[in-house]
T-cell receptor
Framework: DGGITQSPKYLFRKEGQNVTLSCEQN?????MYWYRQDPGQGLRLIYYSQIVNDFQKGDIAEGYSVSREKKESFPLTVTSAQKNPTAFYLCASSYRVNQPQHFGDGTRLSIL | DQQVKQNSPSLSVQEGRISILNCDYT??????FLWYKKYPAEGPTFLIS?????DKNEDGRFTVFLNKSAKHLSLHIVPSQPGDSAVYFCAASAGVQGAQKLVFGQGTRLTINP
């Protein structure tokens, strides 16, 4: 079955540590995205990538970093510079413009 | 600056009746609109979309209406079923080449009562 896999489902981080969230897709989509969801808010775009080895900042990129070395993979690193990292993180992909984005099931990150 | 707004955080509807979810936007460059449904601890799933060249799109029990002059769209679900209980997000896009930079509303929690 084609889809988007995010792992792990739950992640805990100590203060001052970096942590990397995994996102893999086998839909052969060119574009991939990372969103953050906080309670009572919509999804906010962190980073997106249109093609391998290319990515752009979204609306709330500070404290995050990404890489796109393979078409199937778009990992997100939450760095210690992110002041409020506790949130639900969603990865998505799309084939091209004006085609719906498909989402993974998300990773919930909590600070210990 | 909230470019996409869903002003009703929650909505409760009787099973079998019509559910109407509303969404307003401010950016006149948006040309593609989508509705997503989300269950707790899961990713959103795509429901239905509409391009700005249309004013209505229908898919089974789901119909999306677009009023460009009012910068307003709505999702109609009829008849409403218990499985429709979820959070619904509207989203809009201005179509960045090669990618689709979506802007989401805050979501409306729909509860279908038996």
């Amino acid at each position: 079955d084609g889809g988007i896999t995010q792992s792990p489902k739950y992640l805990f981080r100590k203060e001052g540590q970096n942590v990397t969230l995994s996102c893999e897709q086998n839909l052969n989509h060119d574009a991939m995205y990372w969103y953050r969801q906080d309670p009572g808010q919509g999804l906010r775009l962190i980073y997106y990538s249109q093609i391998v080895n290319d990515f752009q900042k979204g609306d709330i990129a500070e404290g995050y970093s990404v890489s796109r070395e393979k078409k199937e993979s778009f990992p997100l690193t939450v760095t210690s510079a992110q002041k409020n990292p506790t949130a639900f993180y969603l990865c998505a992909s799309s084939y091209r413009v004006n085609q719906p984005q498909h989402f993974g099931d998300g990773t919930r990150l909590s600070i210990l | 600056d909230q470019q996409v707004k869903q002003n009703s955080p929650s909505l409760s509807v009787q099973e079998g009746r019509i559910s109407i979810l509303n969404c307003d936007y401010t950016n006149s460059m948006f040309d593609y609109f989508l509705w997503y449904k989300k269950y707790p601890a899961e990713g959103p799933t795509f429901l239905i979309s509409i391009s700005s060249i249309k004013d209505k799109n229908e898919d089974g029990r789901f119909t999306v209406f677009l009023n460009k002059s009012a910068k307003h769209l709505s999702l109609h679900i009829v008849p409403s079923q218990p499985g429709d209980s979820a959070v619904y997000f509207c989203a809009a896009s201005a179509g960045v080449q090669g990618a689709q930079k979506l802007v989401f509303g805050q979501g409306t929690r729909l509860t279908i009562n038996p």
